[in-house]
């Protein structure tokens, strides 16, 4: 076998943060890792269009399959152009809240496509378990980031080694008691190529300031805020569940945990998937467990899954905490009827409150309301991609998912690395 016919190509994603598919061939075989749709606001004029890069991707090619590391539209986003003879991989739970989210977005009137029976086509990989696209091994190896049920991507091809990361961090509730360390060392160890997503590389700044670094920050912070405020509501990505189940253990008991029925179905599927995480245990306290209350239509939930109806008259009285979207008009219509004067928990990326990327329904949403930033960010920290090429010790280091590839081997933690950093255009061809 000619191993200089393996080869690793960014189609996109190599000098952003988002929109990327990464494909691994063979000559025999290949895969694509990860098929995501450009970050909204994303402006960068030298990338290729969705339309392009399927087309550059799938054009008449066969592919033995497309392997997502997780639900983020910036990783998924464009899995309905994939072609349909093409499976598609994902975690079970990620699965389960695909469909939610999903079955959401195609009661849209007018959505173009429902994506609904392609999402429950996509097969299932488990963690550990090594998957055989003929001469390409995959193990998928369960990870912390703010979507829950992430993996990374241990890859074995032509004899080498190369791990590729996903988005990750270590710093929420799956990443605690060194999880990525001990997991590393045991089931991964050294590896020829590491590719490593760096978010945060252009985000140092905001990092330091922010008084939350980890989710348990979060969770402590939270629980102060809803005993001085007796009414709040919380603007977070309804899929970020770690801090949503932050949150939720953090209401003191006699208050109360309002969300839609949209929401609840999302916090269940996950709670369902991973007890084994104790802030993913439903609340109990005297044997009784915490009620989630449903704003709007109960779309079937009820009281065997411990879910009721809100009442604000009551509610109102005891205080509650309320999970909101900016572009739903009714929780802005519950604010306005039945809150005196709420605080505002922002717990999304800082970015859209202003500058370039600002999100104008977001500030309309918080409007004059006092509001108390309260995020950790989903993506590793310098300090955990750097221990991660520390305990890989890989002979080159290729990034992705980052603004800052070029700067890579700047970064005063990397020095130590910087002759083996790889920086790829994307399209380009790095063979191995
Ligand atoms: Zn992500």
Redo the contacts with the bound molecule.
């Keep these: 076998m000619n191993a200089r016919q393996n080869k690793i190509t960014i189609y996109r994603g190599s000098h952003q943060i988002g929109g990327c598919a990464t494909e691994i061939s063979t000559g025999k075989h290949r895969i694509i890792i990860d098929f995501g749709a450009n970050l909204p606001d994303n402006d960068n004029e030298d990338v290729m269009t969705d339309e392009e890069l399927t087309e550059t991707v799938f054009g008449g090619r066969p592919c033995d399959g497309v392997l997502f590391t997780?639900y983020?539209g910036?990783?998924i986003g464009l899995y309905k152009k994939v072609p349909q003879n093409v499976p598609l991989y994902i975690g079970s739970t990620a699965k389960k809240i695909l469909e939610i989210l999903t079955e959401k977005i195609d009661s849209i009137p007018n959505m173009a496509e429902e994506g609904l029976p392609r999402i429950k086509n996509m097969e299932c990989y488990s963690p550990g378990h090594k998957m055989i696209f003929g001469d390409i091994g995959i193990t998928p190896f369960f990870v912390d980031?703010?979507?829950l049920d992430a993996y990374m991507f241990l890859l074995e091809v032509g004899g080498k080694k190369i791990l590729f990361t996903g988005?990750f961090r270590e710093h929420g509730i799956v990443g605690r008691n060194d999880r990525l360390e001990r997991m590393v060392q045991k089931y991964i160890g050294e590896v020829d190529i590491l590719i490593s997503e760096g978010t945060m590389l252009s985000r140092t700044k905001e990092t330091n300031k922010n008084p939350i670094q980890t989710e348990d920050d979060l969770g402590n912070r939270a629980r102060e805020l809803f005993q001085e405020n007796k009414e709040s509501v919380i603007l977070v990505s309804s899929t970020n569940l770690d801090s949503i189940m932050k949150f939720y253990h953090a209401v003191p008991w006699g208050m109360d945990f309002v969300c839609d029925a949209y929401q609840a179905k999302l916090m269940l599927a996950a709670m369902a998937d991973k007890g084994n995480y104790h802030e993913y245990r439903r609340e109990f306290i005297h044997g009784k467990p915490r009620r989630l209350y449903i704003i709007g239509d109960m779309e079937g939930l009820g009281a065997e899954q411990n879910c009721c109806r809100a009442d604000f008259s009551i509610l109102k009285n005891k205080g509650f905490t309320m999970l909101v979207r900016e572009n739903k008009q009714v929780f802005k219509a519950i604010m306005e009827k039945y809150m005196t004067d709420p605080l505002v928990i922002y717990s999304k990326w800082i970015g859209y409150l202003k500058g370039k990327h600002a999100n104008a329904k977001i500030g309309d949403f918080i409007g004059s309301h006092r509001m108390e930033i309260l995020h950790t960010s989903?993506h590793a920290y310098v300090e955990t991609i750097e221990k991660l090429i520390r305990l890989t010790n890989p002979k080159t280091i290729i990034p992705m998912h980052t603004e800052c590839a070029d700067a890579f081997g700047e970064i005063a933690e990397f020095a130590p690395y910087r002759d083996r950093i790889t920086v790829l255009q994307d399209k380009e061809e790095y063979s191995f």
């Design positions: 997780h983020h910036d990783h980031h703010s979507a988005d989903g």
